[in-house]
């Protein structure tokens, strides 16, 4: 089955989705290092303790935090658009749950990137 949606062709039956520049999000990719001392129990502690401060940031769509198999972490984070993601960072910064979080980290190893969603892929299941 194949139907377009805002410009989009999205074919669910395959579910691969191809979305237009309007409905795609933009999504920022956050590496980071938890300090030595850290445990994974504090750093997803102080992940949760900041979730309601960026669920409630204009434009906030979801957030994944990974743990690689270095023991690096990514947090890949989905806005509605550029402009809220930007904006996101000043917001972060006026938050104490986040600077909670900050605290618990090394810099980013590459920093922040940005990139927008093309196109999504699904398992059928």
């Given at each position: 089955?194949?139907?377009n949606?805002?410009?989009?062709?999205?074919l669910?039956?395959?579910?691969t989705?191809?979305?237009?520049?309007?409905?795609?999000?933009?999504?920022?990719?956050?590496?980071?290092?938890?300090?030595?001392?850290?445990?994974?129990?504090?750093?997803?502690a102080?992940?949760?303790?900041?979730a309601?401060s960026?669920?409630?940031?204009?434009?906030?769509?979801?957030?994944?935090?990974?743990?690689?198999?270095?023991?690096s972490?990514?947090?890949?984070?989905?806005?509605?658009?550029?402009k809220?993601?930007?904006d996101?960072?000043?917001?972060?910064?006026?938050?104490?749950?986040?600077?909670?979080?900050?605290?618990?980290?090394d810099?980013?190893?590459t920093g922040?990137?940005?990139?927008?969603?093309?196109?999504?892929q699904?398992d059928?299941?």
């Open positions: 089955m194949t139907f949606a805002m410009g989009a062709g999205l669910v039956a395959g579910l989705f191809g979305l237009s520049a309007q409905a795609a999000d933009y999504v920022e990719f956050a590496p980071f290092r938890a300090k030595a001392a850290v445990t994974e129990a504090q750093l997803l102080a992940v949760d303790a900041m309601p960026v669920r409630n940031f204009p434009g906030f769509l979801r957030r994944e935090t990974i743990r690689m198999e270095d023991g972490w990514l947090d890949v984070v989905h806005w509605r658009d550029e809220s993601a930007r996101a960072l000043g917001l972060a910064g006026e938050s104490k749950q986040c600077q909670a979080f900050f605290a618990l980290i810099s980013p190893e922040l990137r940005y990139g927008r969603t093309v196109r999504v699904l059928k299941r």
